[in-house]
């Protein structure tokens, strides 16, 4: 698809009207980083792009006491720089951090990386496990989907014509919790990830696991949920049989392919190690607070 | 879609282009404005030889609409020295031989400019990671990450 | 490091003469011209590992407007099978010319079927889309032991092994046998008591340069057509398309722009050819080519995958007693490997009396494999290298003193017969032993590993012209294309042969008009044979300047001495400044110029010991290199900024080949990984500083003692680290790369 088009909406109507009346070859731009690249492939099939960063509420960020509401085209370098959020949601702000290289940061985002919807998405299996909502504008108004609902497909997410995410909003976590976000690459930079692991932890005054949330990346089509893995969390110290346990889990749940990244098998094996180390420094980011 | 007209501001100089909707700033900036000092090494973000700043920001220039650079403040390698005086950074990586082909060093120029600007004393492995969108393939970034943190140093003392 | 007090200029630190326009973004690179009048050009590429042409139908793509010239194979003059000169070797011209256009049959995905001159970049595009062609597909052959088992498909019909006592009755996929031997292997065999027998593979690895391959190119009725590009070598670049394209060489000039990485990989030509043909048949106007990283991935010469055999015997008091390999490796899509210098490379290090060596060269439908930096030697030394130190191991013994202990020394027979002349690897490896490195403990889950390497190190022709200047300056007009910094080394030499400033000389790469013929950057050549031209250029110079003053005093010439850049009259006391002579050159005679036209002898090799610490997590298999010397014999080092550099830069890119660089492709044959995402390269976070040791012994046939020194420092790494990563994890290695999941692999298996 060749870009043939640009537009800069001025409001989020204007962008959700042009979107609805624009055919099935026009896509949002963000950060571009994913869509710029697509752009460029063999196909010249005609491709328009609405580029939302001219709405402010798209680049930007709030947190108080109702939760934190996020512009989905709020640039990781930005997003990643707020120390307030950073405080409090420090798995899902370190899983924006590692979405490619200082660069990309400049320009990449967490509402990018989501509807972009690549089964290896970082920021995915974090804001799984944070319980993040999508905020949805189209020609019929406005709904709200659970962001482990969001994604359906390689590629592919729930939105319909004319559809488009215009918050993601996250409400704050109960005391005690702290979550992390951890990827396997082979470099130590750059490279999309072999699997992801993002988990959250609520521990109670004693160090016991009254509630977790576990979350896989780039071991399915989609970020996977799950609650096998939580369980095995819940109620426990997180001692090394309970950590194995949701590492097991994790594997167990995981649908991994073989490619060019990583064989399937070696993905089953990782998600695990990741959700059991993941696990365990959130852990330690709750009891240091 | 006819071409755009965009005005945006390139190392301090008002300028104005024509460009189609698929060309980047990438483009424009070698093609339009004959500013070849930024690289093309693979047009997907993966090797920084295009790295720019857009408001301050450090980006992949291979990344960026022509049609975005509107309104904004554009900054490449032509615009880290001040005339005939090359900055501290330019400077360093010429003392310490931290380049030998040449291809990635303005895009590293640029981007060190912004790391320092970021963050005036950062540790080794800061400025490696900082770095690691910047391919090179002749120094094995010894020498590069050597002048980094010499010009971070001079650069202190001069403040 | 020597005394720099034995040299006034060399082995001090200048700032290299093109340094500010390499920092501010002014040097012009190969796609960094624009000319008048210029049309932008585009290959349409097969998207088949191994096809028949059927039918190729460009119409559409002809009608499209801005459209102006399509060129295929048949635009190629009659070329006959005949060598022409390119990098470190020869290549066949008529395999070079069916890599650049396709001749009926495509043999790999990438390979170029045509090109297409436009008016836009985008309209040249388009045009390329609207080609139609119509392929029958052959089955793909993609690795060695697919390639030469009975009954494999054939790349070509007409490809009979050579280097057999007889011509095959049958053509194979085996292009070339080589084999060397030294003493007696059976008995060298039973003399052992101990005998390590591994075999390994190596993936196909790109150089990786930064700059793909660009040109720009005019064809001039004239006889004044010319080429810019970036390349090692504008000479052969001149000789190939002159050859190609039946065009004589002065009709040709070939400018070398600024390069952007090269290591063997520029040292060919792919787009210059068919720009140059695109640029006659559009009547004359400027075509520019640019690959995509994809293309330079899919359609340059990457470096040979291999299956290498080694086997080893060795005392229990360490002498080794025999070394044998049988060495396989990947062509690509046409003969050419670089078989037979690994097998000569891969046990140079050691003086062993019973040596036996067998290389094959072996068509794959992979792109046609170019030079890379040693072409050959990195992957026989790994094979080499790792079953070493494995004897080391297992005698129990320090792998620095196995080596030591059978060390390679002057007078040591080489396997490909002559005798090594003054070589420096007792004095790196007794450095490396020292290093500070090599008294660090290891810790848990760390390993180390070392290796030796061995590069020949070539001279040849390079010519160079000493222009002076009224005032006293010299412009050093040279024809080496500068991949590294060595103008920096070429105002050095010539200020030491002059005795005046380095900054008292220009030195300039000039065109293939304005300089005598050069031979290509590469082989490690610049700094030594390049030098020597310029020594020579500036004796020249200094003799001419003498005779000038004893003009000037009308005495005979034999009583004016050279003392620092200034003449003097030993009879009297007159003296004269270099500046004064050359401002009164007009009086004396004309302009002084000095030449120096040489086919250089006495290169000296240059041996590289290398020292690897990595730790790995064994849970995922992944490897940090958490320390790294390099220990090489540079003879001379001109400038050391840069010798240290050709020795870090080498590591570099041997740690990548050893960790996570390879070529994937999937059943049909199609190249995965045609980018910087997944064909991955070591970044600036993935490796620490490396310790780069100057040894230097010099090279007796050197005036300043020079050894070459770009190709030997990526030899030693893929076994050093290879080594480190076994080391670790306590279990053999014997595939690359060291990537996660080969390694937790290995872990898992040897639980």
């Known amino acids: 698809m060749a870009i043939t088009d640009y537009k800069m909406p001025q409001s989020l109507d204007e962008a959700v009207q042009i979107l609805a009346s624009s055919g099935k070859n026009i896509k949002v731009l963000a950060g571009g980083t994913d869509l710029i690249i697509q752009s460029k492939s063999q196909s010249s099939d005609p491709l328009q792009v609405l580029d939302i960063k001219s709405l402010k509420d798209m680049t930007s960020a709030t947190i108080d006491g109702s939760g934190m509401s996020l512009g989905p085209a709020m640039s990781c370098a930005e997003f990643t720089a707020r120390k307030d959020i950073k405080a409090v949601f420090p798995g899902l702000v370190e899983a924006a951090y590692l979405i490619g290289s200082t660069q990309v940061q400049g320009r990449a985002s967490v509402g990018g990386n989501l509807c972009n919807a690549s089964p290896a998405a970082d920021t995915i299996p974090a804001l799984i496990v944070s319980n993040a909502q999508c905020i949805i504008h189209g020609p019929d108004g406005e709904r709200t989907i659970a962001v482990e609902d969001f994604v359906t497909g390689v590629g592919t997410n729930c939105m319909g014509r004319g559809e488009l995410l215009a918050q993601i909003k996250i409400a704050l976590p109960a005391p005690g919790t702290s979550d992390a976000y951890l990827r396997f690459i082979p470099r130590s930079e750059m490279d999309i990830a072999v699997a992801g692991a993002g988990v959250r932890i609520t521990l109670d005054s004693a160090g016991c696991c009254t509630d977790a949330r576990v979350a896989i990346g780039a071991v399915a089509t989609t970020a996977l949920l799950v609650p096998e893995a939580a369980k095995a969390l819940i109620g426990t110290m997180l001692d090394d049989v309970a950590l194995d346990a949701a590492a097991n889990a994790a594997s167990a749940a995981s649908k991994p392919i073989s490619d060019r990244r990583g064989t399937a098998e070696y993905r089953r094996h990782v998600v695990g190690v990741l959700v059991k180390r993941a696990a365990k420094i959130a852990a330690e980011r709750v009891k240091g607070e | 879609m006819p071409k755009i007209h965009v005005n945006t501001i390139v190392n301090g100089d008002a300028v104005e282009f024509l460009c189609e909707p698929n060309e980047t700033v990438l483009d424009v900036l070698r093609n339009e404005l004959q500013l070849t000092g930024t690289k093309e090494g693979c047009s997907s973000g993966d090797c920084g030889a295009c790295s720019i700043t857009v408001d301050d920001r450090l980006v992949c220039s291979c990344l960026v609409l022509a049609a975005e650079a509107e309104g904004k403040v554009i900054g490449t390698i032509e615009g880290v020295a001040d005339k005939d005086q090359l900055h501290i950074i330019q400077q360093k990586f010429l003392e310490h031989a931290a380049l030998q082909c040449g291809i990635c060093t303005p895009g590293l120029v640029v981007s060190v400019q912004a790391l320092l600007k970021e963050s005036p004393n950062p540790t080794e492995d800061e400025a490696r990671l900082y770095l690691a969108g910047n391919l090179c393939r002749c120094t094995g970034y010894d020498k590069i990450i050597r002048a980094v943190m010499d010009a971070a140093e001079t650069m202190r003392g001069a403040a | 490091m020597s005394d720099t007090n034995d040299f006034k200029y060399i082995g001090t630190r200048s700032i290299r003469p093109d340094g500010f326009d390499k920092v501010t973004g002014k040097a012009n690179y190969g796609a960094d011209l624009t000319l008048p009048g210029m049309l932008w050009g585009k290959m349409l590429r097969s998207p088949h590992a191994h096809a028949k042409i059927k039918r190729i139908d460009t ?14 194979y048949a635009d190629f003059p009659s070329v006959s099978v005949e060598a022409i000169a390119a990098g470190e070797g020869s290549v066949d011209s008529l395999d070079l010319a069916r890599n650049i256009m396709a001749d009926g049959k495509v043999l790999y995905d990438g390979h170029a079927i045509l090109g297409i001159a436009a008016t836009t970049e985008a309209i040249a595009e388009k045009a390329v889309s609207l080609v139609e062609i119509e392929y029958e597909l052959l089955p793909p052959v993609m690795d060695i032991r697919d390639a030469i088992a009975d009954g494999a498909t054939l790349l070509h019909d007409d490809l009979f092994t050579e280097g057999l006592d007889e011509k095959p009755a049958n053509a194979s996929n085996i292009a070339v046998r080589s084999a060397f031997q030294k003493g007696d292997i059976d008995a060298g065999f039973s003399a052992a008591d101990v005998v390590v027998e591994r075999e390994f593979y190596t993936p196909t690895v790109h150089q990786g340069y930064i700059e793909p391959h660009a040109c720009v190119a005019s064809f001039d009725q004239d006889g004044q057509s010319m080429i810019w590009c970036c390349t090692q070598g504008h000479f052969d670049v001149r000789a190939s398309v002159a050859k190609l394209l039946s065009m004589s060489l002065s009709q040709l000039k070939v400018t070398a722009s600024e390069i952007g990485g090269g290591f063997g990989g520029k040292t060919t030509v792919y787009l210059e050819p068919v720009a140059l043909i695109l640029s006659r048949k559009s009547g004359g106007r400027p075509v520019k080519m640019v690959m995509n990283r994809e293309e330079v991935f899919k359609a340059s010469g990457p470096g040979s995958a291999t299956r290498c055999k080694v086997k080893v015997g060795a005392k229990n008091d360490g002498t080794i007693t025999a070394m044998q390999g049988q060495l396989y490796y990947e062509a690509g899509a046409f003969k050419g490997s670089p078989a037979m210098l690994g097998g000569m490379c891969i046990f140079a290090p050691y003086d062993v009396e019973n040596m036996d060596v067998e290389c094959f060269d072996v068509v794959v439908n992979k792109p046609k494999v170019a030079a890379y930096r040693a072409p050959g030697a990195p992957q026989a030394a790994f094979a080499g290298e790792m079953v070493v130190s494995e004897i080391a191991a297992k005698l129990n013994m320090d792998p620095i003193d196995i080596r030591l202990q059978n060390a390679t020394t002057e007078g040591t027979r080489a396997i490909y017969g002559p005798k090594y002349k003054s070589v420096g690897l007792v004095e790196c490896l007794t450095a490396a032993k020292n290093s ?59 200020a030491e042969e002059m005795g005046m400033p380095p900054e008292n000389f220009k030195p300039i790469v000039a065109d293939t008009e304005n300089v005598a013929y050069n031979q290509s950057t590469g082989g490690s050549r610049t700094t030594f044979a390049t030098g020597m031209a310029i020594i020579k250029a500036a004796q020249d110079v200094k003799e001419q300047v003498k005779q000038r003053a004893a003009a000037v005093w009308n005495i005979d010439a034999e009583l004016v001495e050279w003392v620092d850049g200034v003449v003097v009259n030993t009879s009297g006391d007159e003296r004269l400044t270099v500046a004064q002579i050359c401002a009164g050159a007009d009086r004396t005679g004309g302009q002084i110029s000095g030449r120096g036209n040489i086919n250089a002898r006495g290169a000296g090799p240059s041996f590289a010991v290398h020292v690897c610490d990595v730790e790995v997590d064994t849970d995922t298999g992944k490897v940090d290199v958490i320390r790294y010397t390099a220990v090489q014999d540079a003879g001379k080092a001109i400038h050391p900024s840069y010798v240290e550099g050709q020795y870090q830069g080498g590591a570099a890119q041997g ?44 090279n007796k046939l050197h005036p300043y003692g020079v050894r070459g020194v770009g190709e030997s420092g990526i030899i030693p790494p893929l076994a050093a680290t290879a080594y480190a990563v076994s080391d670790a994890i306590k279990a053999p290695i014997v595939d690359l790369p060291c990537s996660p999941v080969n390694v937790l692999k290995v872990i898992q298996n040897n639980v």
């Open chain 3, 655 to 698: 740690i990548g080949w050893a960790l996570n660089e390879e070529y994937i492709y999937n059943d049909d044959g199609l190249l995965q990984n045609a980018g910087f995402l997944d064909y991955r390269i070591p970044l600036a976070s993935d490796l620490p500083m490396i310790d780069a040791i100057i040894v230097e012994v010099p």
């Open chain 3, 436 to 494: 500070p490195h090599y008294q660090e403990a290891l810790k848990n889950n760390q390993g180390r590993g070392i290796a030796s390497g061995f590069w020949f190190n070539i001279g040849g022709q390079s010519s160079v012209t000493l222009n002076m200047n009224p005032d006293g300056t010299g412009t050093i007009v040279e024809g080496s294309p500068d991949i590294g910094g060595s103008r920096a080394s070429m105002q050095l030499m010539a």
């Open chain 3, 59 to 72: 119409s559409k793509a002809e009608a499209l407007p801005g459209v102006m010239a399509i060129t295929t």
